[in-house]
């Protein structure tokens, strides 16, 4: 079977069909009057059930925004702060994705640690989530907010995913009128590249879509340090400390000392001992020097 004509020249536009594809990507991006027709409902409508804008969040709620804050708060019981922040986390429509305990030895016999919660809440509910973890600690303690509008990117790839729909498409019609395997392999090969670079952008967007729904709260419980700290325990505690750096010293200085003799012993003997007989044969020559001179005199 003699393949159609004109195929051979549409096979030879598939790289410049990739090229009008994104270009047209590139010009409906700057020409910007909004998303395109086929693109889905803002992220305020995929999140969870019950979670209603409120305040400065319904303003926000129709961008596309990755908000994120951490807080590091000393409290009076780390224990019943962790639950605190749990029920906050839950009224508000989220919950706790990780939960991480750490704990350090203290002076005495006494065991600080600190819990650090990861929780998602959605985007409509961060503010309201934020205030009322802060009032979870003392005064002391940092806090720290990011939010990043990745809006133009869902616009782009909303843009660019259409372009590589239609490309796909074309590719499809192009392989029907494929008569040759050699043709047919060529445009599944583009065809393929199409297809992975479609599912690529696809799953950046449902990245998105998942981080501007839900907002990151990053929460470090640490328990309060009291300025002033002194008790019995404590003081037997930096006694016994004291006493084993000393002894300590003391076992480092004599091994110290044993290895330095360990080294020079030997050294001297090496460099000494020819040192000496050397000398020795010297002076037994001098002094024969001198009985011979004596006996030349008398």
Do not use: W, Y
Not at 153 to 158: H, N, V
Not at 188 to 206: N, P
Not at 214 to 241: G, I, K, M, N, Q
Not at 261 to 274: A, E, I, K, T
């Amino acid at each position: 079977m003699r393949p159609p004509q004109g195929l051979l020249a549409s096979l030879t536009l598939v790289p410049l069909l990739a090229s009008l594809a994104v270009g047209c990507a590139h010009s409906r991006k700057e020409g910007g009057a909004g998303a395109p027709a086929d693109a889905p409902p803002p992220a305020a409508s995929a999140a969870p059930a019950g979670a209603t804008p409120a305040g400065a969040d319904a303003a926000s709620a129709a961008r596309r925004i990755v908000k994120k804050a951490s807080l590091e708060l000393e409290v009076a019981s780390v224990g019943d702060a962790q639950v605190a922040a749990t029920r906050i986390a839950t009224r508000e429509g989220g919950f706790v994705a990780s939960t991480e305990r750490t704990s350090a030895s203290g002076e005495g016999n006494r065991a600080d640690g600190s819990v650090t919660l990861l929780l998602r809440v959605p985007s409509a509910r961060f503010s309201a989530a934020l205030d009322a973890l802060r009032h979870l600690g003392k005064d002391s303690g940092t806090e720290r907010v990011t939010t990043e509008d990745v809006s133009e990117e869902f616009i782009d790839l909303d843009a660019r995913i259409h372009n590589q729909r239609e490309l796909e498409a074309q590719f499809l019609e192009i392989l029907k009128r494929a008569g040759r395997v050699e043709d047919a392999l060529n445009v599944q090969r583009e065809l393929a590249t199409v297809r992975t670079e479609i599912e690529r952008m696809e799953g950046r967007r449902r990245f998105l879509e998942h981080e501007t729904a839900l907002s990151t709260l990053t929460v470090v419980l640490a328990p309060e340090r009291p300025l002033v700290r002194a008790s019995l325990s404590d003081f037997s505690s930096s006694v016994a400390h004291a006493a084993s750096d000393t002894v300590n010293l003391g076992a480092g200085i004599v091994t110290g000392t044993i290895r330095m003799l360990g080294v020079l012993v030997p050294v001297g003997l090496l460099l000494g001992l020819p040192f000496a007989l050397a000398l020795r044969l010297v002076r037994r020559r001098a002094r024969r020097q001198l009985v011979a001179a004596t006996a030349a005199d008398g």
